[in-house]
Each structure stands twice: as C-alpha cells, then as structure tokens.
C-alpha cells in the first residue's frame, strides 16, 4: 500500500506569465511550491484573480509553465504525452459537463476514447465508483443530463476516476451548489480521495468546503502562495495580513 505522506506531484517554483495585446508582460504565478500526497486533499483558497485556475490547468498541460516545473511520481509532466498525462492527472471542471445519452453512456466515454472495451452496467468496479460518488446504481439507464446540478457534477467526478487517475484536480467544484449538496460532494471526494489513494488538489473560494474537507490548506494571492500548512492552524491564527483579510470579508465579496 502507499503511504499516505508519499508525493505524487510536486511544484517546484512553478511560474506564468502572460502577454497582453501591446506585448506587456504580466506574471500570474510566481514561484509556486506545493506537494500533493496520495490520500490526501489539498485545498487551495485566495480571492478572485489571485491565479488559482492557471494553477490547476498547468499540472495536466492545458497550459505550460514560463518557469519552474510539475513532477509526476518524479518525472516532469513534459516529458508526458498531454493525453497520457490527463489519463492520471484527471480533471473536474467548474461547470459539470455531460454528454448527451445515458448516465451509462457518460461513463463509459472514457474507454470509448481509448479505443478499450466499454464496461457494462453490472461491471463490479463501476458499480463500486457509482457508490463511491453516491450515484444511485438505478440511475445508469437515467438520461444525464436529467439529473440534477448536484448529480451531474457527482458523476462528472465518477467519469473522471473509471479508469484510475493518480491525481484529481477540481476547480471550483461546488460554485453552483446549494450547501447541503456541497456536504454530499464532499463527503463524495473524501472517500473516493481516502479509498483509491488518491492525491487531491481542490481550489475554491469556498471556505465552508476548504474547513470541512482539506488535509492541507494554502493561500494564494496576487500569484504567490503566502501561507500553507494545517487548515485548523491556518484558519484559527492566519500569520499573513494577506489571509487575515481574506478571512474577514463576507461570503459574497471572496469570489
């Protein structure tokens, strides 16, 4: 079994910048470090802006680095076939997104686009991944795209894992979802993230989700990661002005 302090991606001084249309430079990352574990869920946090989606779509090449590098199990990621790559860097986008057809038909996508044999409905480990999720195994014959908000994005989260990523990135995951469906998801990811050894990076304005639900907890402001450690620590004595700010706006004004 791995152990649960093992790294699986680390970021080493990982930097962006960005050209507007006259040619100036603009950094939206600076010099990020970061370690994600497998069984753990790291929560990124920081207000609007701050970089925390151009942080995410660098660890699977939707968007490459100006500096520093992402390691997978030891390897930089650009020595991956970008699909290779997002076949164990899964993830979940911030708007759920099903296909049209059954909820069967959304999961079986994947194989499909692998050229593999497509699973059935009484495939054993799918059956285990709908539980996972808390998908009802009734609802594989369901047309998709009738389920809830809350149910797409749970199976959303289940087509990502069929065919056994080693790291799951979710970005802004419950932006749509009232909070007793946020406590679903939630639970939903601890034990998909717990049981399948998996190594979580989750970034979100949402705090009530970052305290129920993170192993570690970093801020990321203005591109920087000002603080990261235990999100107790972190949420009770925040060292930084920078997060005690953050900390002390109203919900509405932290996204």
Same mark, same amino acid.
């Given at each position: 079994?791995?152990?649960?302090?093992?790294?699986?991606?680390?970021?080493?001084?990982?930097?962006?910048?960005?050209?507007?249309?006259?040619?100036?430079?603009?950094?939206?990352?600076?010099?990020?470090?970061?370690?994600?574990?497998?069984?753990?869920?790291?929560?990124?946090?920081?207000?609007?802006?701050?970089?925390?989606?151009?942080?995410?779509?660098?660890?699977?090449?939707?968007?490459?680095?100006?500096?520093?590098?992402?390691?997978?199990?030891?390897?930089?990621?650009?020595?991956?076939?970008?699909?290779?790559?997002?076949?164990?860097?899964?993830?979940?986008?911030?708007?759920?997104? @099903?296909?049209?057809? +059954?909820?069967?038909?959304? %999961?079986?996508?994947?194989? #499909?686009? =692998?050229?593999?044999? &497509?699973?059935?409905?009484?495939?054993?480990?799918?059956?285990?991944?709908?539980?996972?999720?808390?998908?009802?195994?009734?609802?594989?014959?369901?047309?998709?795209?009738?389920?809830?908000?809350?149910?797409?994005?749970?199976?959303?989260?289940?087509?990502?894992?069929?065919?056994?990523?080693?790291?799951?990135?979710?970005?802004?995951?419950?932006?749509?979802?009232?909070?007793?469906?946020?406590?679903?998801?939630?639970?939903?990811?601890?034990?998909?993230?717990?049981?399948?050894?998996?190594? @979580?990076?989750?970034? +979100?304005?949402?705090?009530? %989700?970052?305290?129920?639900? #993170?192993? =570690?907890?970093?801020? &990321?402001?203005?591109?920087?990661?000002?603080?990261?450690?235990?999100?107790?620590?972190?949420?009770?004595?925040?060292?930084?002005?920078?997060?005690?700010?953050?900390?002390?706006?109203?919900?509405?004004?932290?996204?």
């Amino acid at each position: 079994m791995v152990a649960a302090s093992e790294s699986v991606l680390q970021l080493n001084g990982l930097g962006k910048i960005r050209r507007n249309e006259q040619g100036k430079e603009s950094p939206v990352l600076r010099d990020v470090d970061l370690t994600l574990q497998a069984g753990r869920i790291t929560v990124v946090i920081g207000p609007s802006g701050g970089g925390k989606s151009t942080l995410v779509r660098l660890l699977n090449r939707l968007e490459e680095p100006s500096s520093g590098q992402v390691l997978l199990n030891g390897q930089d990621v650009r020595q991956y076939d970008p699909l290779q790559l997002r076949r164990q860097v899964a993830m979940v986008a911030q708007k759920p997104f @099903v296909f049209s057809g +059954t909820v069967l038909h959304n %999961l079986q996508r994947p194989f #499909a686009f =692998q050229g593999h044999t &497509l699973p059935t409905e009484d495939d054993p480990q799918l059956l285990e991944l709908l539980t996972l999720c808390q998908l009802s195994t009734d609802w594989l014959q369901r047309d998709a795209r009738s389920l809830s908000v809350g149910q797409q994005q749970r199976l959303c989260l289940a087509r990502s894992l069929v065919t056994g990523p080693k790291v799951l990135l979710l970005d802004e995951p419950t932006s749509a979802l009232d909070r007793p469906t946020v406590t679903r998801l939630a639970d939903s990811l601890r034990e998909v993230c717990h049981k399948r050894r998996l190594a @979580v990076l989750l970034v +979100t304005h949402d705090l009530h %989700l970052a305290k129920i639900i #993170a192993d =570690q907890l970093a801020y &990321l402001e203005d591109g920087r990661i000002l603080e990261q450690g235990l999100p107790a620590e972190l949420f009770a004595r925040p060292r930084s002005i920078a997060l005690q700010s953050f900390l002390a706006l109203p919900a509405r004004m932290q996204d």
